[in-house]
């Protein structure tokens, strides 16, 4: 009897144990700030979320174009201190939509302070350009 009894004790305290474990897991998952992004130019727009890490951003979202002669894709710059740190870009679709995620790098104590997000033409020119500041 006292098997079967110390056999519950330590599924219980496995159990418990990885039930606390839980919060601290998702408590640093959310050490990261996010934020919403949505560029417009006419009818076509990019839009989704910046990622702030400490050396980088990560940029994910969707594309949409509303013609195959108005491809669109999306441009990302950073910035800290005035600085442009790093740029790339993803996503070019035309005629429909298209998901995309991509990281600029911002390699400076602290990250960047500022992603500049572009509507870019198929020929990666801006049309439309939004910044948006690190919350």
């Known amino acids: 009897m006292h098997k079967q009894f110390a ?10 144990g990885m039930l606390l474990a839980l919060p601290g897991a998702t408590a ?4 990261y700030p996010t934020s919403s992004f949505n560029v417009s130019y006419g009818q076509t727009y990019t839009k989704g979320t910046l990622t702030w890490y400490n ?19 999306t441009w990302a710059r ?5 600085e442009q740190l790093g740029g790339d870009g993803g996503g070019h679709v035309c005629n ?3 998901t995309f995620s991509f990281t600029v790098q911002a390699q ?3 990250g960047a302070s500022a992603v500049e997000v572009c ?5 990666w ?4 350009c939004k910044i948006y500041y690190r919350p």
Do not use: Y
């Open 7 to 16: 056999a519950g004790l330590g599924t219980m305290a496995l159990t418990a």
């Open 28 to 31: 640093h998952a959310a050490a």
């Open 55 to 73: 050396q980088s951003v990560n940029v994910s979202g969707g594309n949409n174009s509303v013609s195959s002669s108005a491809c669109r894709a």
């Open 78 to 82: 950073t910035f800290a201190g005035g």
């Open 96 to 98: 429909g939509n298209k």
């Open 108 to 110: 400076v104590a602290g």
């Open 119 to 123: 509507l870019e033409d198929g020929s």
């Open 125 to 128: 020119n801006d049309l439309a």
